[in-house]
């Protein structure tokens, strides 16, 4: 069925150096279809479900036709702010649903975009199946966006790729700097991943030439103290550098967080989680004695556009155009999909999955991706991940600094 009106888009979730650019494919897709007759406007929300509750709106419509967009593609985090409001079901709180509803009249708002992670997918689920109880037709569609990968129904997610990049070369890097000396010497990286420990199995890729770390702990695996130290004892029988990747979610047997004693909750209600690795480097202190540094990645993981991948900008972009060419064909409660095609040689296409498989769903690293030991990444994993680094983004550099693109 033909439907004519307006679109609006938001961000919402952590940031990635790819964010930008899966809007800048939102924003491409609607302008083929503004050339068709169906959208007028594209409006952007600032800081996602928020921003639209308060009418803070922005008019995106003249980047249809702007080399801007080439720009926004590169920027890193999220041009259009975020938040981290998860909405209430509408049973508990119509009144926002009512609100959200009079501001898609007001503004004749006909396809809704939110480009997010599993949170963010909970919002689409939930305005999608209250938009099929109202007299007015909205078609809503969530875009895939996480650093952690851990969406389900997709085979990977936009922005994971670059930070994989990203925390592959720091890795390789750090190899080269901590094999310097012949002192005994651990050094422990702690690597974002609260449940799930894609990006940490990304530390992994620079062993393929034997310039990656010697263990690797992700959350998918219980963990323990007694074992971690024998891994680095033994590792320590043969070199004197011990190069220590680890999840900030790695948990014990008992669900316990290695790093949770007094973290915080963040807006979604996620325990806020950071200093595993200084737990360990304590650890080893003790219990070994030899020199022990912890170093934690942190906001580069997500934000170093510098180091982008070409494959994971490219697909970023591919699968926001994607979703509006699916509210073009009528689909709504649905989820711009990434599907790997098979074959030796990587490639992919876009296709969609309904939401309700999506919301608040946790994609965790097979079983078949980690060492039996617990303390490493298969080839298997490596084969998986390694082709969403290739490629290398042309990045435009004013005063020797990397350009970016700024919404007002």
Same mark, same amino acid.
């Given at each position: 069925m033909k439907l004519?009106?307006?679109?609006?888009?938001?961000?919402?979730g952590g940031p990635t150096a790819a964010i930008n650019a899966t809007l800048a494919g939102?924003? /491409?897709?609607?302008?083929? =279809?503004?050339? #068709?007759? #169906?959208?007028?406007?594209? *409006?952007?929300?600032?800081?996602?479900? /928020?921003? =639209?509750?308060?009418?803070? =709106?922005?008019? =995106? !419509?003249?980047?249809?036709n702007s080399s801007d967009r080439e720009l926004l593609k590169v920027t890193p985090a999220a041009a259009l702010g975020s938040c981290r409001r998860r909405l209430k079901s509408h049973d508990v709180d119509g009144a926002t649903y009512e609100r959200l509803l009079e501001i898609f009249k007001k503004y004749d708002i006909r396809y809704f975009f939110y480009i997010g992670g599993n949170d963010s997918m909970d919002t689409v689920y939930k305005l999608s199946e209250y938009a099929k109880g109202q007299s007015y037709e909205l078609r809503v569609i969530g875009v895939p966006k996480t650093i952690d990968n851990d969406l389900q129904? !997709?085979?990977? !997610?936009?922005?994971?790729?670059?930070?994989?990049?990203y925390i592959a070369t720091s890795v390789k890097e750090m190899r080269r700097d901590v094999s310097v000396y012949q002192v005994k010497a651990v050094t422990i990286v702690e690597i974002m991943g609260?449940? %799930?420990?894609?990006? !940490?199995?990304?530390?992994?890729?620079?062993?393929?030439?034997?310039?990656?770390?010697? #263990?690797? *702990?992700?959350?998918?695996? %219980?963990?323990?103290? /007694?074992s971690f130290i024998e891994d680095v004892n033994e590792v320590l029988k043969t070199k004197p550098a011990v190069l220590v990747c680890v999840s900030e979610g790695i948990r014990f047997a008992d669900g316990r967080y290695v790093a949770a004693s007094g973290a915080a909750a963040d807006g979604f209600g996620h325990v806020q989680l950071s200093g595993a690795g200084k737990v360990l480097e304590h650890l080893v202190k003790e219990k070994i004695g030899c020199k022990v540094r912890s170093v934690e990645l942190n906001l580069p993981q997500r934000c170093a556009s510098h180091i982008a991948s070409l494959t994971d900008i490219n697909e970023a972009v591919g699968v926001g155009k994607s979703a509006a060419h699916l509210a073009k064909d009528g689909k709504s409660g649905v989820m711009a999909t990434i599907l790997r095609k098979p074959g030796e040689s990587y490639s992919a296409e876009f296709g969609y999955a309904d939401i309700s498989l999506i919301a608040n769903e946790v994609k965790g690293v097979p079983v078949a991706y980690i060492n039996e030991r617990g303390n490493g990444i298969t080839k298997e994993g490596i084969d998986y991940i390694l082709p969403l680094i290739v490629g290398e983004v042309n990045i435009p550099y004013e005063n020797g600094l990397p350009k970016h693109f700024k919404i007002d």
């Open positions: 004519i009106g307006n679109a609006v888009v938001g961000q919402s939102v924003i /491409e897709g609607c302008a083929e =279809l503004c050339e #068709l007759g #169906l959208i007028g406007k594209l *409006y952007g929300m600032k800081n996602g479900i /928020e921003g =639209l509750l308060n009418e803070a =709106l922005c008019d =995106l !419509t003249p980047l249809f129904a !997709t085979d990977h !997610t936009p922005g994971f790729g670059s930070a994989a990049k609260r449940d %799930a420990g894609w990006l !940490t199995a990304a530390s992994a890729l620079p062993n393929i030439t034997g310039d990656g770390p010697d #263990l690797i *702990y992700l959350p998918e695996r %219980a963990f323990s103290f /007694e």
